[in-house]
């Protein structure tokens, strides 16, 4: 489950639905910082109090913003990670924007099943590394959806940084937003529940270019050591 701040440029689709790629939008930037922040961007939602849904958005493709996702089986460690991908028209400082979290999952002990292990989300081009049992916000499914300080269940809540977009399971993590933007305003405005909309990578093409963000399929998915 991501979690996004109002005031800024909230998630879109990264393909039109169609075959095509999703135009990203100009950033005036001022003293290094886009002004306008949510200019060109989706719509808000009207706020209806912290845990508001970010659905049905205007002039988007899909009734719900997807998560992009792809698998990939790491022999270095004997690990499977799933990628999970969002992305933006802008950030405060360039055109285009992909987020992510990596979960990895290892074999239990007597190696019949496969377990969560960790999360290495991204951070302005840097990875934050985060233990499953550490995750201070996970939940099961709608019943839980709206708790706080459940540890080790099926989902993990995370933070989109207001400005960078930085990705932190905890609201008041310290991670930068960039060379000339302090700590990265995190909050829980509003959410969007990946589970309600995944997408496969694969309708991403290989060979678009998003600019200073990373096209889903260039992603190390073994290359986070945790």
């Known amino acids: 489950l991501w979690y996004f701040a109002s005031g800024t440029c909230l998630p879109s689709a990264g393909d039109d639905g169609n075959g095509g790629i999703t135009h990203s939008v100009d950033v005036p930037v001022i003293g290094c910082v ?40 790491c022999q270095q460690d004997d690990s499977w990670r799933i990628y999970y991908g969002l992305y933006f028209k802008k950030d405060t400082s360039h055109k285009s924007d992909w987020e992510d979290a990596i979960v990895k999952f290892v074999r239990t002990e007597d190696r019949s099943k496969w377990r969560r292990y960790g999360l290495a989300m991204e951070v302005h081009g840097n990875r934050g590394i985060g233990y499953w049992q550490d995750i201070p916000n996970t939940f099961d499914g709608d019943g839980d959806l709206k708790q706080s300080g459940n540890k080790d269940r099926n989902y993990p809540k995370l933070f989109i940084g207001k400005f960078a977009h930085t990705v932190n399971y905890d609201p008041e993590g310290q991670n930068k937003g960039g060379s000339c933007i302090g700590e990265d305003f995190k909050t829980d405005d509003f959410y969007l529940w990946s589970l309600k909309h995944l997408r496969s990578a694969n309708a991403i093409d290989r060979s678009w270019n998003y600019g200073q963000a990373t096209n889903p399929h260039n992603v190390d998915l073994c290359g986070p050591e945790f």
């Open 34 to 73: 886009a002004k306008d922040w949510n200019k060109g961007c989706p719509v808000e939602p009207q706020w209806n109090g912290p845990n508001t849904e970010y659905n049905n958005v205007p002039r988007e493709p899909f009734p719900t913003v997807p998560t992009y996702y792809r698998t990939q089986y």
